[in-house]
């Protein structure tokens, strides 16, 4: 990203943002509610457009070249999952749009969250730990590029937050680009390999832990 | 202004490397084809989105009530036709030729005809299936999950607004199929070929006329944040078209046009009073519908502007041919379309402009 600027109802919510960011790598990203974590992981997506900057991979342009990352797993706030829908076949519906996997892949990811895959209890009467689980599911079942992973730990247990800590070091070691935003000071020091303070839109370098 | 860069050591992009063609290679299993033409793709992610918004559909509660509006919808229509069949034989207003397309346009008992319910409620089926369209899934998130996925966004409504005029278009036509064949039973009218090209335009305009509805319901939830609202703009719509319209058109057709007062102005003013009156009306498509419909369901409408005595004078009574009714109700037809598609248009734009975030 370069020179992001962002400004909703008259309220920067992106200043200057200035971001070269590899794969391979898990950068944490720290902030007050409100501070542009999230909006900053939805310009970095392509599901907001910068007021003014450039985002680009591999020397492509977001929104000229392409209208979202090609190849992203995302989790935001909200799972965004279809109620009436089992898990599976969530999943399946998602990947059937970019048939880039199978039925078999889809299985695995949910296997490796900590779900069952053959659970027919539908999307809406699943506990709130089991949606998120679910969304980071769908959001690795891929393998994409690029992961974006906003508070991933909410609403775990115990075992849910060392599962997901577990993958999201497994996708680091694969090579992907993964993005965690959370207020949990401990993932962020277990998982990132490099700390970013958002404040008021502007963001800027930090120490892990702080 | 400060650029911050992650360290990126050679392992690392080695890594990104590897990963990036496993997915590739991932890609050829499960699905066929690897590579897919960008034509192909896209297809593909519209069949997927429009079967996917067939189902939702099909499976939701609010098919019941979709079920049960159209079944209002035929049975009563069915019922006044039948009740009122004979009465307007004997009356002698009706084109004996066409006895079967009366099933739709006959009305009994003070239970409007089929065509007139169709017009009336016809709307409510393109509203229930639209007026969340787009904000129930932004509300729900999953609109973020689907635009994150690599797809042109324009295929999510399009396919949202196929699956629609699909879903109407079969409920329309099952419907008017119903009353054509359990008519033929009950009152033994067997339809000409002319009839059933007349039945199949007919059917086909009240798809167009709920495919204006659909559009309009659409963009509603795309500019609505709440589909309440949206749902509520769509009936104030709906009323305006099908009620004040009329009012105001006549309001304003007296102010320009008067024809109280001076007897001999009154003269002069009267046809021109009439035109502005029409014209007016057909801005709302409740109306345009209405006229095209009972023009192409029956034979014996003539003109649907006014008609002067001297026009009138030397004219053959006779029933139109189809063509010659098509010629008559031909503008209605491109007229609603292109509405339908100047709405959609509008819903589309508003969609694509539209950034994806919680609000």
């Given amino acids: 990203m370069e020179n992001g600027n ?65 190849s992203l797993g995302i989790v935001l706030e909200n799972a965004g999952l279809y109620p009436d829908l089992t898990g599976l076949e969530n999943l399946k519906y998602l990947a059937r749009l970019t048939r880039r996997i199978g039925a078999g892949e889809i299985r695995e990811a949910i ?48 075992t849910g937050v060392e599962d997901i800590r577990r993958i999201v070091l497994e ?38 832990g702080g | 202004m400060q650029t911050i860069k992650a360290p990126a050591d050679s392992r690392v992009k080695e890594l990104a490397r590897e990963g990036g063609s496993r997915r590739e290679d991932a890609g050829g299993e499960g699905t066929g084809s690897r590579v897919q033409s960008e034509g192909n793709r896209r297809y593909h992610v519209r069949k997927v989105l429009f079967q996917k918004e067939t189902a939702e559909f099909i499976n939701s509660r609010r098919m019941i009530l979709f079920v049960v509006l159209t079944a209002l919808i035929t ?71 689907l635009v994150s996925q690599p797809l042109y966004r324009d295929q999510i409504i399009i396919s949202k607004f ?26 033994g009218l067997i339809p000409s070929g002319e009839e059933v090209a007349r039945l199949f335009i007919y059917l086909c305009f009240c798809v167009i006329y709920i495919g204006f509805w659909l559009a309009a319901a659409i963009l509603f939830s795309t500019i609505c944040r709440h589909a309440a609202t949206s749902a509520l703009a769509c009936i104030a719509v709906w009323l305006f078209c099908a009620i004040f319209v009329s009012l105001l058109a006549g309001i304003i057709a007296d102010a320009l046009y008067p024809v109280n007062g001076n007897e001999m102005q009154a003269m002069m003013n009267e046809m021109k009073n009439y035109s502005c009156e029409l014209n007016l009306n057909r801005i709302s498509p409740y ?27 030397g004219a053959i009574s006779s029933n139109l041919t189809l063509g010659q009714s098509l010629l008559l109700v031909w503008p209605h037809l491109t007229g609603l379309a292109a509405l339908m598609l100047v709405v959609f248009a509008i819903s589309y734009v508003s969609f694509m402009r539209q950034e994806i975030r919680s609000r």
Avoid: W
């Fill in chain 1, 6 to 70: 962002k400004t909703i109802r008259g309220r920067r919510i992106l200043c200057d943002v200035n971001l070269e960011l590899y794969g391979g790598t898990v950068y944490g990203f720290i902030g007050r509610n409100g501070s542009g974590k999230t909006m900053l992981f939805r310009a970095l997506s392509g599901l907001i457009r910068l007021d003014s900057g450039t985002i680009s991979l591999d020397g492509q342009v977001l929104h000229r070249d392409f209208s979202v990352l090609p």
């Fill in chain 1, 111 to 158: 296997c490796r969250v900590g779900l069952d895959p053959d659970d027919r209890r539908a999307y809406g009467k699943y506990s709130l730990g089991m949606k998120q689980r679910l969304a980071i599911a769908q959001a690795i079942m891929e393998t994409p590029d690029v992961i974006m992973l906003d508070e991933p730990t909410n609403a775990l247990d115990e």
């Fill in chain 1, 171 to 208: 996708e680091r070691d694969r090579g992907a680009l993964v993005l965690l935003a959370s207020h949990n000071k401990e993932d962020i020091r277990v998982l990132s390999d490099y700390v970013l303070r958002i404040e008021k839109g502007y963001v800027s370098e930090a120490e892990v």
């Fill in chain 2, 75 to 145: 049975v009563s229509g069915f019922y006044a036709a039948v009740s009122g069949l004979a009465e307007a034989i004997e009356g002698g207003n009706t084109a004996t030729d066409f006895l079967f397309l009366k099933l739709f346009t006959v009305s009994a008992n003070s239970i409007p005809s089929y065509n007139s319910l169709m017009a009336l409620m016809g709307p409510f089926i393109g509203i229930f299936m639209g007026f969340d369209a787009i904000n129930s899934e932004r509300t729900e998130g999953t609109l973020n999950r």
């Fill in chain 2, 162 to 187: 196929l699956a629609g005029l699909f879903i109407s278009a079969v409920m329309v036509f099952a419907s008017g199929l119903l009353i054509g064949s359990v008519g033929l039973i009950a009152t």
């Fill in chain 2, 287 to 313: 109306y345009l519908f209405a006229e095209a419909a009972s023009t192409v369901l029956n034979p014996g409408v003539r003109a649907i502007n006014a008609v002067t005595i001297a026009q009138l004078s």
